[in-house]
Every structure is written in structure tokens, then in C-alpha cells.
């Protein structure tokens, strides 16, 4: 069973930027559709990001041109390189493939307030 790890959350304010990181186990990677997901507390778990195994990438409109998905096969991790954040992007943040599995990790909390 493929293992996920997320890192890289933490607090920051309004305008500022956080590079998340997942780290997955297993040989096959390279093989997978990735995406990064969020989840407030009470809400749907929503898909923010993915990115396909040739590298194309697609966004949620809420973060188009904020958010910037990339994947390093080499290193088996996905990233996900968030600017201009704001304080509606305050979530636990997973990475999955696309579609995903009931195998998730532990998630990574991302908190933006003044």
C-alpha cells in the first residue's frame, strides 16, 4: 500500500507563500495523475490541483494563477508552490492520485490569517 506524507504547512499571513510537499512510497509513481486536495472542517474534501503523468496541469478556479502543481519522478513527491494566499486557501491540505484512493495521508494544515 502506497504510503503518502505531506509537509510543508504552517501559518502565514495574507499575501504570503507556502510550498507543500508529498512524499510517496511504491515504484509507481511516474505512473499516476497527482493532485493536491483541501479540506475544511465540515466541508467536502475538493480537489485543488493535478497534475497528469506527462506534466499538463489543472486548476480550481479559486486558485488559478496562485497555486503552481509540479511533480519530481526522481524523488517519488508532488508539490504544490502556493502564492498570494488568502485566508479562504486556511484548510488540511493532502495529495492523492487522481482519482483518488481511500489512502490518505495524514494531510498538512495551512492556516492564513493576519
Known amino acids: 500500500q502506497v504510503q503518502l506524507v505531506e509537509s510543508g504547512g504552517g501559518w502565514v499571513q495574507p499575501g504570503g507563500s507556502l510550498r507543500l510537499s508529498c512524499a510517496a512510497s511504491g515504484n509507481s509513481f511516474r505512473d499516476y495523475t497527482w493532485g493536491w486536495y483541501r479540506q475544511v472542517p465540515g466541508n467536502q474534501r475538493e480537489l485543488v490541483a493535478r497534475?497528469?503523468?506527462?506534466?499538463?496541469?489543472n486548476y480550481a478556479d479559486s486558485v488559478k494563477g496562485r497555486f503552481t502543481i509540479s511533480r519530481d519522478n526522481a524523488k517519488n513527491t508532488v508539490y504544490l508552490q502556493m502564492n498570494s494566499l488568502k485566508p479562504e486557501d486556511t484548510a488540511v491540505y493532502y495529495c492523492n492520485t487522481f482519482p483518488w484512493t481511500p489512502n490518505w495521508g495524514q494531510g498538512t494544515q495551512v492556516t492564513v490569517s493576519v
Open positions: 497534475i497528469y503523468v506527462r506534466g499538463s496541469t
